[in-house]
Every structure is written in C-alpha cells, then in structure tokens.
C-alpha cells in the first residue's frame, strides 16, 4: 500500500508503541484487500469485547491493555493504550448500568463492564454505547468516510446520509481509532457503490412495519449486493429507513441500498446504477410483504410474556409515542415491557417526563444495551413481541424465544393486554 509520510512514521513508532503496532494491523488489513492507501476518518463506531474474566479494581489499567493489545491489535505483547486519535464511540454492551439488576445481569458481568467503561473513558472513547450512533451526534455528511462496526447502522451511513464505511471488525476499528485511518477499499470507492438489483415496488410502502417487511424480503433475496428500490410513494421518515436497514441486514447482509429520488446518490435510477444496467429486476409487492410477515412469526401461542421496543435504538420520537399510548394505563400482570434507547435519549426522555410514565405503567427504558447483545430477557419469557424485524429474526435464532411481529402499536397493545392480537 502507498503511504504518507506521516503514516510511515506512525508506522515506524513516532506515536508510540500501540500506534505503531495498529499501523501495521491496518497495512496487513489494507494488503489483504486489495487496497491502495489509507484514508483518514471522520468518525469510528467500535464495539467493547471482554475476556470474560473476573474485573480488575477501577485504576488498575495493565489487564485492559493486555487485553486491547491481544484482541484490538492482534499483538501478544502487551502495549500501554494510549488515548484514541479519531472521534470514537462505543456501540452497546451487556447491561444498563442502573436497571441491570432488572435485567438479569450477573454480578460477574456487572463488574467487567464496568471496569471496561472506566477504562474506555479514560482512552477518550465516548460512551454512547448505542447501535444508532446518528442519534447522538455521529452523522457523516455526504462523503465523509467512517470506521462502523454496527450492521444496522452501516447502510444508514452509506445509503441515508451518504457516508462511507464497510463493516469494520473490533481488530480494525481498534487501530482505526488509534490511527484515524482505514484501508481505502469496498464501499468508499465509488465504483462498488453502484446498484445491482432493480427493485420495483408495487404496492405502497407506509408504516415502519412495512419498511422493515420489505428490508427483510429484499435483503433475503440479494443477500451483500446493493438493492435500488423505485416506485416509492411516500417519502420515508428516518425510524422506517432504520427499520429497512436493519432487516436487511439480518435477513441478507445489505450494506449499502439506494432509493430513488430519496437517497444522496439515487437522484435517478441512471445514477444509482452508475449507468450499469441492473443485473436483474426484482418486485416488490402485496404478496411479498405477506411472505416477509409470516416468516417474522415463529410464535403461535398468543399469551405475550415480553415486549421488546428499540432495535436499533428508539429516538426520542418513538419514545414520546410510547408515553403517550401509555398514559394512564398498566401493562398486563405476567407482561414486561423493556423499550431500548441511547443514554444521551434517555437523558431528554427523563427530563421531558416520558420515562415516568412508561414506569408508572409498569415498563422500562433501557440504555447501552439489548436482549440480543445481553442475552438477558425477563424471567419466565416463553413469547415475545417486538416492532423490529432484526430483533424477531435474532431472537429467535439465538434465544430459541418465539417472536410475534408488528407495528409498535400493536407491540404496546399485547404489552398492555398480554395477548397478541396484531394482524396483517
Ligand atoms: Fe441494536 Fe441490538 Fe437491534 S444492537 S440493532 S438493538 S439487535
């Protein structure tokens, strides 16, 4: 690969040890790829991973350098971390640092993941731990390159804001935040941001639920190629485009979608295709929609133990919704009811009020994690219901936990009743 001077340097140790060694992760990455160079990026969204051993005391930094050493750098020898040079938050981890007693979360667990956020913070990684770093401040304008790790979010970067990421790994995003740089290759190269498939949509795509289905259909279908959806009516509000980029990336492995007349780099089909002609032509209609809907119930017995909101991580909008629909009432008995949020929305549900009134119904806002991250559900969970089509999808494949499908209203509605009774 060619580099500057100055990343030769980096390269050669003038920033030290952890640097020099993320350096020379990054240029092992980069050859292995294919690519030219490295670019420099303007924001890095990295996940926290723990050896699972007991936590140190809070201080006591030699064991979490051993450890980003081994599985950040891919270096046995241990290094001394030093604070991280590129603009770094943290995607989610285990638990809610209050309610993780709620939660279920092991004392164990409890104690590493919080030793680790000491030690984050004190490398400058900020503690946003949320799946939607857009929420809380981490949007790219057009072309501006980032180092993502979250699935969900990275064709929201690449496809709605215009950005430009691959899906980065903890080894990658660990040198991209000592470094501020990443391989120049995949989807920051104009050429491999073209569309592949033509998806003619016939019937009108509305609600969140709808924009997740059709996520979760197309996704399936093209798998990691990009999908260029046309025949859209109604402009999409962000909540459905993360719906959409979330489905598609747990049913196929979509990194990068365009919708025409939407997206920054969709003005018409003709750009979207780079002038390519599409390499096939898909439809995306009633019948579709149905199929999607019916492969998202794995559940069949309508008593609902769990409902599960925020995947990816509800807004502040979707939280207001929910206080709303529950003003005055209480979830059903054998219900429970957990809505997922980034702490910094948390912090405004708080103060705007909306977070006691989901308590006083009987449900809880959760931060910095999820069911699916945690592996925690509440205790005697046999069916749960949920609004996303990630979360369904997952849930059931690594929990083994039968999911209902549906819209956040008719997710709020089985919280209150403890009975699914959502239709298509
Ligand atoms: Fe976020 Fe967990 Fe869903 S990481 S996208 S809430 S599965």
Redesign the pocket.
């Known amino acids: 690969m060619r580099l500057t001077n100055e990343e030769k340097a980096m390269r050669d140790g003038s920033c030290g040890l952890a640097v020099a060694k993320a350096m020379d992760l990054l240029i092992r990455y980069g050859d292995a790829v294919g690519a030219e160079n490295l670019i420099d990026v303007s924001s890095v969204s990295a996940g926290i991973i723990t050896d699972g051993k007991t936590a140190p005391g809070k201080g006591d930094t030699a064991p979490f350098d051993a450890f980003f050493s081994e599985f950040y750098l891919d270096s046995s020898e241990s290094v001394k971390i030093p604070r991280v040079r590129a603009n770094t938050c943290t995607i ?1 981890h285990e638990m809610d640092s209050k309610l993780w007693q709620v939660q279920g979360v092991s004392q164990k667990t409890h104690d590493i993941c919080d030793y680790l956020e000491d030690c984050c913070n004190r490398i400058g990684f900020a503690p946003a731990y949320t ?1 939607a770093p857009y929420l809380v401040g981490y949007v790219p304008v057009k072309g501006e390159h980032c180092a993502w790790m ?1 699935s ?1 979010a990275v064709p929201l970067c690449n496809s709605v804001f215009g950005g430009r990421t691959n899906t980065e790994g903890i080894e990658s995003t660990g040198a991209a935040m000592l470094t501020g740089k990443i391989p120049n290759w995949g989807y920051h190269l104009d050429e491999n941001r073209r569309g592949h498939y033509l998806v003619e949509v016939e019937h009108d795509v509305i609600s969140g639920r709808d924009w997740g289905l059709m996520g979760y259909y197309i996704g399936h279908v093209v798998q990691e190629k990009i999908p260029v959806y046309s025949g859209i009516k109604n402009l999409p509000s962000l909540r459905k485009l993360m719906y959409c980029s ?1 489905a598609g990336a747990s049913s196929g492995g979509v990194e990068m979608f365009h919708i025409v007349g939407v997206t920054p780099e969709a003005y018409t089909a003709e750009t979207a295709f780079g002038n390519r002609k599409p390499a096939d032509v898909l439809k995306f209609g009633k019948n579709e929609l149905k199929d999607a809907y019916e492969r998202l119930q794995t559940a069949s017995d309508p008593d609902v133990n769990f409902v599960m909101l ?4 509800y807004s502040l909008e979707e939280i207001w919704r929910i206080s709303m629909m529950l003003e005055g009432k209480h979830i059903a008995d054998h219900s429970n009811l957990w809505v ?1 949020a980034p702490n910094a929305i948390k912090a405004m549900a708080d103060r705007a009020g909306y977070t006691a009134v989901i308590e006083k119904a009987g449900g809880y806002i959760m931060c910095d994690t ?1 069911p ?2 945690a592996e925690t559900v509440p205790a005697g969970t046999k069916v749960f219901a949920t609004d ?1 089509p ?2 369904a999808h ?1 849930m059931h494949s690594i929990m083994k936990i039968p999911a209902w499908y549906g819209s956040m209203e008719d997710c709020v509605n089985a919280a209150l009743t403890g009975r699914w009774e959502g239709e298509f």
């Open positions: 989610l799946c979250e969900s979330a925020g995947c990816p991580h997922f999820c699916c991250i996303s990630k979360q997952h």
